[in-house]
């Protein structure tokens, strides 16, 4: 967001070819990096509160790998670190990214209030055609809804919160969603067709009220369009699947944007990652998939 919230969402893209078969490299730029370590996981890297890298990223809590595991030893949460970030890119896309160098400049420990809730470390990303794993939310009409209840429907989902204050952020995925909601009504039995479902991650404030008034504001009606809120332990069931990321800062919630088509059959369509996707190309894959369910 424009002070603390995350913006970075890594999209693993294919590298392109070109000439007789040549694969161009991704450029590597390398910036530094300097935070407190909130996770130490030794099978994958850290999970650091940094701050801002200046000309890549505004600060922001989420997961880094690092490769050489000899920069993990000694290190623990709450240290405060130093080092290098390697970021790799095809095009405008990240590719990866890697710290390659690592010091530790204070030690600490970081006392379980200020890391609650946990930032949603990284985890294998779902592929399309795999299932999506079952999670449960409360919709804003305070009533318990399991995604695998919206089988047999396509389902549009993201994950925001009512009090987000960047417009970029999540007034623009209800933007998005209210210009979903327009199009899917103006053809005939789709509205019974697809589920349009945003899940906030604020369970501490976001209530059903809170929600159902937000859902007022925003045109928002059910059963088409939705609003509902998942405790923390609920959301850590799909926002590692997913690539969402998301935890505590100052005044607000750092986080990352993330929007899923879920086909009929509950299994992945396509995962939309940052604010660049179109209601136009959403409505196209969802057409898609009622086609070949022959509906």
């Not at 370590?37 to 890549?56: C, K, Q, Y």
């Not at 589920?195 to 045109?219: K, N």
């Not at 990352?256 to 604010?275: H, Q, W």
């Given at each position: 967001?424009?002070?603390?919230?995350?913006?970075?969402?890594?999209?693993?893209?294919?590298?392109?070819?070109?000439?007789?078969?040549?694969?161009?490299p991704?450029?590597?730029?390398v910036?530094?990096?300097?935070?407190?370590?909130?996770?130490?996981?030794?099978a994958?890297?850290?999970?650091?509160s940094?701050?801002?890298?200046?000309?890549?990223m505004?600060?922001?809590?989420?997961?880094?790998?690092?490769?050489?595991r000899r920069?993990?030893?000694?290190?623990?949460?709450?240290?405060?670190?130093a080092?290098?970030?390697?970021?790799?890119?095809?095009?405008?896309?990240?590719?990866?990214?890697?710290i390659?160098?690592?010091v530790?400049?204070?030690?600490?420990?970081?006392?379980?209030?200020?890391?609650?809730?946990?930032?949603?470390?990284?985890?294998?990303?779902?592929?399309?055609g795999?299932?999506?794993?079952?999670?449960?939310?409360?919709?804003?009409?305070?009533?318990?809804?399991?995604?695998?209840?919206?089988?047999?429907k396509?389902?549009?989902?993201?994950?925001?919160?009512?009090?987000?204050?960047?417009?970029?952020?999540?007034?623009?995925?209800?933007?998005?969603?209210?210009?979903?909601?327009?199009?899917?009504?103006?053809?005939?039995?789709?509205?019974?067709?697809?589920?349009?479902?945003?899940?906030?991650?604020?369970?501490?404030?976001?209530?059903?009220?809170?929600?159902?008034?937000?859902?007022?504001?925003?045109?928002?009606?059910?059963?088409l369009?939705?609003?509902?809120?998942?405790?923390?332990?609920?959301?850590?069931?799909?926002a590692?699947?997913?690539?969402?990321?998301?935890?505590?800062?100052?005044?607000?919630?750092?986080?990352?944007?993330?929007?899923?088509?879920?086909?009929?059959?509950?299994?992945?369509?396509?995962?939309?990652?940052?604010?660049?996707?179109?209601?136009?190309?959403?409505?196209?894959?969802?057409?898609?998939?009622?086609?070949?369910?022959?509906?």
């Amino acid at each position: 967001m424009k002070h603390q919230a995350c913006v970075i969402v890594i999209a693993a893209l294919m590298s392109f070819g070109f000439g007789c078969g040549r694969v161009a490299p991704a450029p590597s730029v390398v910036y530094d990096l300097r935070g407190v370590v909130r996770a130490v996981d030794p099978a994958s890297g850290l999970t650091i509160s940094h701050e801002e890298i200046v000309g890549f990223m505004p600060k922001m809590t989420m997961p880094f790998k690092v490769k050489n595991r000899r920069l993990l030893e000694g290190v623990k949460a709450g240290d405060t670190v130093a080092g290098k970030l390697k970021v790799d890119r095809s095009g405008d896309a990240v590719q990866t990214l890697e710290i390659i160098d690592l010091v530790v400049e204070a030690r600490g420990e970081v006392a379980p209030s200020t890391v609650e809730p946990p930032v949603q470390a990284a985890s294998p990303a779902l592929e399309p055609g795999d299932p999506v794993p079952d999670f449960v939310v409360t919709t804003q009409d305070g009533k318990p809804l399991n995604l695998a209840e919206l089988r047999g429907k396509v389902v549009v989902l993201s994950f925001i919160y009512t009090r987000c204050p960047s417009p970029e952020f999540c007034p623009a995925m209800d933007l998005k969603f209210a210009a979903l909601a327009r199009q899917i009504g103006l053809v005939a039995d789709r509205a019974d067709q697809v589920r349009l479902l945003s899940v906030s991650f604020d369970p501490e404030y976001d209530t059903p009220e809170i929600l159902r008034a937000h859902a007022g504001r925003r045109g928002a009606r059910p059963p088409l369009w939705t609003f509902a809120v998942a405790s923390h332990e609920q959301l850590s069931k799909i926002a590692g699947p997913l690539g969402l990321t998301y935890a505590p800062g100052t005044t607000e919630i750092n986080h990352n944007l993330r929007a899923a088509v879920i086909g009929p059959d509950g299994r992945l369509a396509a995962v939309y990652v940052g604010d660049r996707w179109t209601p136009a190309e959403v409505m196209t894959k969802v057409n898609g998939l009622l086609m070949n369910a022959g509906k």
